[in-house]
């Protein structure tokens, strides 16, 4: 029993340690599955800055992709869009939400179709110089909770919250 005890306090301890440190967390990120032929598929995920400065992504690359862009969405009279952000900031101590109808990262031209199951590296190049290095899951079902703007269509190039 004192060997659990001693081993929680344990993980505690490293749990703390990361808190502040200037760095972004990913969490849950993941890759919606496309259709055949599709020429994007879209990447989400929620990024936290636990540290006391913005962070900026500058930068985001794959080996399975053309390139990847940085987009939000948005719907102007029924008609939905997405515009191209030069970069992403997340704000000291808080966290950004890419999410359909939202943020999201636009990943182009995939050198083959990525099913469910797989995994795609996404290098990003951040303003503090650090360069993290992300495996994400391929997923046929990319929603992480009830959310009404999610339509189901991210993927295919239709991107947006149809409402
Ligand atoms: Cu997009």
Redesign the pocket.
């Given at each position: 029993m004192k060997l659990v005890f001693s081993t929680f306090f344990l993980s505690l301890l490293f749990t703390s340690a990361c808190y502040g440190a200037n760095t972004l967390e990913f969490i849950q990120p993941r890759i919606a599955e496309a259709p055949p032929g599709a020429r994007?598929m879209?990447a989400f995920m929620e990024i936290h800055n636990s540290g006391e400065q913005d962070i900026r992504i500058e930068q985001i690359s794959s080996p399975s992709f053309e390139r990847v862009?940085m987009?939000l969405?948005s719907e102007n009279n029924g008609i939905a869009s997405?515009q191209q952000q030069k970069f992403l900031t997340v704000k000291a101590a808080s966290t950004l939400t890419l999410a359909p109808g939202s943020y999201?990262l636009?990943l182009i031209k995939p050198a083959r179709r990525y099913l469910e199951g797989e995994n795609i590296t996404l290098g990003f190049t951040l303003s503090n110089g650090k360069t993290p290095e992300l495996s994400v899951p391929v997923k046929k079902n990319t929603r992480s909770s009830p959310n009404k703007s999610d339509n189901g269509k991210c993927g295919n190039g239709k991107?947006g919250g149809t409402k």
């Open positions: 994007v879209a862009e987009h969405s997405m999201h636009m991107c």
